[in-house]
Every structure is written in C-alpha cells, then in structure tokens.
C-alpha cells in the first residue's frame, strides 16, 4: 500500500494524472454537448497522446520528434478518412510517421525499434479492426488500459511509462461503465505509438520486458486475426450484456494474457526464453478462441438470451 502512495509523491504519476482527469472532463463535456446518444466519440487514444507527451515535456524529457511523428501519423490517416478511401489505406498512411518515431525511440536496440514500427501500423490497424466490433462495450479503451497497467508491472525503469499509466485510469471512465468514448480509428494508431515508446525508455534496462510489455497489447492484436479465420467468434462478446459487468467479463482472458507476458515472459534477462513464453500464450489464446468459436452456433436468435 505504501507503494501506491510513493506514486503520488512523483511528478511523473501527478502530472499524468491530473492531465489525465483534465482529458476527461474534455471528453465528457464533448460528449454532453454532443448528447449522450449515437456511438462513441472517437477521441480516447488521441486524448492519451497528447497527455503523455504533455506529461513527459512537464518533466523535462527530451521529445526529439516524438510530437511531429505523432503529427505525421494523425495527418496521414486524417488524409484516408477524408478522402474515404479503403481501410488498408491506414498503413501506408500511418507508415511514414510510425518509421520516423522507431528510428527516434530512446533507445539504442534495433530490434526495438523494428517491433515498434512494425505495431504501430500493424497494431494500430488491428486494434482499430478490433474496436469497430466491440466499441459500444468499450473494450478496445479497457483491453489498452490492461496492456498499460501490464507494461508498467514489466519494465525495470517506470519514470516515463508512470504518464501514460496515471493517464489512463482516469480516461478509462470514458469506455467503463458508461460507454461515452472509444480509442478512435486515428487514436488506435497513436495509443500505441505513445505506448511503445514510455515502453522502450522504461525496458532499456532489461529488454526482455519490452517483449512482455508490447505483448501485453494481447487480444486487441489477437482476436482480428480469429475473427478473421472465425467470424462466428464474435457471438461469444455479443452474448454478454453491453454494460459495466459484461465488459468485465469481456476483460477476463486480456488480464489472463497480460498477466502472464508481464510477469512472465517480462522477467527474463535474454531475449529468446521471453519470446518463447509470448509465443506459447499466443497460440494458446489462438488455439482456445479457434475451440470456442467451433462450439458457438452459427445463428443465435437473441443474442443476449443467454444471459
């Protein structure tokens, strides 16, 4: 408990926080004056990345062009919605920013800076995938704040990541349990392109942890790709109720995953034994969504009869 506390006597949590609660009260202010009916505001993920950057310029971090890349990426898929062009236009859209912050992450490691491209447009547009499945149960906002509570449970060095999990708390109440924001098809993108890099500032010191960290990103990454080979998966999150309990219930195998890439395969000192626990859970979580999907019926006359 005494743990918990210290955070609050750190400029790093503090900052984040109460940028973190300034976010929200935007977030919700738009969305009465707006009104409380239709989807979710499309706002979360890039409210996140302007509170971590905000916070990290608060502490006196050197950005380089972390603000200009985030920049580039929000420009380029602004550019694909208002041309309406095709989804898969995200990636190339998203590349050229997402290949100027990997290059500028602070670290020296290669491999890192390889991943972090490669998740920020394939994660990005999978995580986007993802929400315009589940966002009126705001999974996509809740399934990330696990991921982040994950990556700071892993990383060795929790200055930097500290923003973006104070962040993250507060903004949550914007998906959980009233509905009222989702990550957004622009946010997805730039969520994660915050989230990887508090996440290789903080894993320098063992970069094993920064394996289980972006592996902590889980089912926002993993259920596209099942709903892809099993589209009848999506019964098993249309059977819950849309309200706070049934996105808990949701939540459960995203805590399972991130609890084990974080405390787990995070912990390693080389690289390989990490890898290797990420890709047992992995497949594991493939395999059981692939048995579950092959037991849900194809055709359901009311979804939430079940419940």
Partial sequence: MSDVMDLFGTSWFTSGL?????????????????????????????????????????????LGPLLPALGLILAGLMLVRLTKAPRWAQIPAATPGAVWLATALPT???WVKVLTAILIVGGGFLAN??????ERMGLGVIFFTLATLGAFAAVPDTEQILILTAAVLPLTLLAW?????????????????V??????????????????SAACLGL??????????????????????????GAVIASIPQFILVLICSRVAARFDTELPAIL???????????????????????VEDPLAAV
Avoid at 228 to 241: G, K, W
Avoid at 279 to 293: D, P, S
């Fill in 18 to 62: 109460r940028l973190g609660i300034v976010a929200l009260a935007v977030g919700w202010a738009i969305r009465l004056i707006i009104g409380r009916s239709g989807p979710p505001l499309p706002i979360v993920g890039i409210l996140l990345a302007a509170v971590t950057v905000g916070g990290l310029y608060t502490n006196d971090e050197v």
């Fill in 108 to 110: 020296e490691l290669t």
């Fill in 129 to 134: 995938d993802f929400e315009t499945r589940h």
């Fill in 177 to 193: 349990p009233k509905v009222a924001a989702s990550l957004g098809s622009e946010g997805s993108f730039l969520a994660i392109a």
């Fill in 195 to 212: 989230f990887m890099w508090v996440t290789a500032a903080g894993g320098g010191g063992r970069p094993p942890s920064i394996i289980g």
């Fill in 220 to 245: 926002l990454l993993l259920e596209p790709a099942l709903v892809a080979v099993r589209p009848v998966l999506t019964r098993r999150y249309e059977s819950l109720r849309r309200n706070w309990l």
């Fill in 277 to 299: 626990v990420v890709l047992f859970a992995y497949v594991m979580t493939l395999v059981l969504g692939l048995v579950a999907a092959s037991r849900t019926p194809d055709a």
